[in-house]
């Protein structure tokens, strides 16, 4: 997917739909990969953020708005801060602009990781106790990744750009880590890991952090909240938080996973995910790898099928970020006993 451009007039008049007049600025903002977003300044000096929703990826976009607005109201119900939503005629919505905090898209420190890890941790301790029913399944099987290898496999039969001969290692790599793929999908049809309500996508710049302090002030992007596993949370953030480079880093050997952050992030993680239980701590580690490598299948399926999904840049964009998850994979990989060595001492010590 391309970047679509809007006229300023079609944005004021979007904003002025939603009563809010006096504009002195709106701008793209962010760089999310999925939704059109914009920051909105008024006269006043009050800003917004205005969204189309892409409602391609979201057919539903009702459900996930009442999603939206349990979540949000619970969070708030017990003093915590959260997206607040102005106004919402499909495909857009408005959004009150959180002051004072940042997003970051590559980690700076280990103290980042730390507390962003740790407002996860909080945002779903927060959901645990959220009333019945059960939230509506957004997007189903989004994180299975047997599901996911499917996709690769029909993206790669139909070939639709003729790309498939400019990827056989990244399919070899993908290939060869099939068996691994049932690991939590299997655990969670058995029981053995329990459906919990869930972010499902916990990239660093999902969570906006105070400007001064670096603590964590709202978990954002709540688009696919719904039912999951905590595994998939927390394997997201070490893809996102334990990575030495941006995800669409060309040069791989500056790519790699680092043992500092993935330790203050299983700190941070462990300090408030006490509802975990001894079969998610034993696959903790493996989440890490497993998400990571399914961002990468879904990368090379974007890319195998002509990028419709993801926002790109350019013509390769796709490739190159799968190839930067496969790096961050084999990295893990290469740490494997050092990292399950931290998340053992780390709930021990707890
Ligand atoms: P996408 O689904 O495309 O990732 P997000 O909802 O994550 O869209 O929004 C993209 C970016 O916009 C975020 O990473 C963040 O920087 C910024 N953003 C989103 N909502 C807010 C908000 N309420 N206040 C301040 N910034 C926001
Ligand atoms: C998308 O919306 P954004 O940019 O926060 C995607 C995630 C991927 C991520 C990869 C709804 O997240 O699943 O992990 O890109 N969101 C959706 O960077 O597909
Ligand atoms: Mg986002």
């Not at 057919?59 to 619970?74: F, K, L, Q, Y």
């Not at 997003?103 to 945002?123: G, K």
């Not at 580690?285 to 399926?301: E, K, M, N, P, Q």
Request: glycine share 6%; proline share 2%; hydrophobic share 40%.
């Amino acid at each position: 997917m391309s970047n679509r451009t809007y006229s300023e007039e079609e944005l004021l008049s979007v904003l002025s739909a939603f009563g809010v007049t006096d504009v002195v600025k709106v701008a793209r903002y962010g760089s999310g990969h999925i939704n059109d977003t914009f920051k909105a300044d008024d006269v006043r000096g009050v800003s917004y953020i205005l969204q189309r929703i892409n409602t391609d990826i979201f057919p539903d976009a009702d459900g996930m708005m009442e999603n939206i607005s349990r979540v949000t109201s619970h969070i708030r119900s017990k003093g915590g801060r959260s997206l607040e939503v102005l106004g919402y005629k499909k495909p857009w919505r408005l959004y009150a602009f959180i002051t004072g905090a940042r997003t970051i898209d590559l980690i700076e420190n280990a103290d980042q990781a730390f507390l962003a890890a740790n407002a996860f941790a909080q945002f779903q301790n927060t959901l645990a106790d959220l009333p019945e029913p059960r939230l509506n399944e957004i997007l189903p099987k989004f994180h299975n990744t047997v599901n996911r290898l499917k996709l690769l496999d029909e993206a790669a039969a139909a070939d639709v750009k003729d790309r498939l001969k400019l990827v056989q290692r990244e399919m070899d790599f993908i290939n060869a880590r099939r068996e691994e793929a049932g690991r939590i999908v299997n655990a969670m049809a058995s029981g053995e890991i329990p459906e919990r309500i869930t972010h499902n996508d916990t990239k660093i710049n999902n969570v906006m952090l105070d400007e001064v302090t670096q603590q964590g002030v709202a978990v954002i992007d709540l688009d696919t909240v719904m039912p999951g596993s905590a595994l998939y949370d927390f394997g997201d953030m070490v893809r996102t938080s334990t990575a030495a480079a941006a995800e669409d880093e060309k040069d791989l050997d500056k790519v790699f996973s680092r043992k500092e952050y993935f330790e203050a992030l299983v700190k941070g993680y462990l300090k408030d995910a006490k509802f975990l239980n001894a079969a998610e701590l034993d696959a903790l580690a493996f989440s890490g790898r497993l998400i990571t490598l399914t961002i990468g299948i879904r990368f090379l399926t974007d890319y195998l099928a002509g990028d419709t999904y993801f926002r790109t840049a350019y013509d390769d964009h796709n490739l190159v970020r799968c190839r930067t998850q496969l790096k961050m994979v084999q990295s893990m990989e290469d740490q494997r006993d050092e990292y399950e060595r931290i998340v053992r001492e780390t709930a021990k010590s707890l």
